[in-house]
């Protein structure tokens, strides 16, 4: 590799970075960091950053889902049945990863486990 093309330094963001056997050492704040392993956990973050339904089927903003199992929904009488179609989702963070508008219900989160691809 030469000088030009080193990534800058994962930590600090020194564009200094110089190779040492195996390793990129950051000069300014002394992190070492090999770019295979860098590469692979990237490529191993955005895997799992990615939202699949019940079957395996990568979910994007807009998709329209489909229930596959009843879901009880605390405050309301009646349950979200199975085979209720939910149009224009998006993906969010955190442990409910679908955000949607339910007619009858409102707004709510679901749980991608518990929806497929329509």
């Not at 020194?14 to 960091?33: A, M, Q």
């Not at 395996?56 to 596959?68: E, F, H, K, R, Y």
Request: hydrophobic share 35%; with cysteine.
């Amino acid at each position: 590799m030469s000088d030009s093309t080193l990534p800058p330094c994962p930590k600090c963001q020194s564009p200094y970075t110089y190779p040492n056997d195996n390793l990129l050492v950051c000069p300014e704040c002394f992190h070492e960091w090999s770019p295979a392993e860098e590469a692979e956990e990237a490529a191993a973050a955005a895997a799992s950053s990615q939202v699949l339904d019940s079957n395996g089927t990568p979910l994007v903003d807009g998709d329209s889902v489909i229930v596959v199992k009843d879901l009880p929904v605390k405050g309301a009488p009646k349950p979200v049945k199975a085979g209720t179609k939910v149009k224009n989702i998006r993906i969010v963070d955190g442990d409910h990863n679908i955000s949607c508008k339910i007619d009858g219900f409102g707004s709510m989160g679901l749980k991608s486990e518990f929806v497929r691809k329509a």
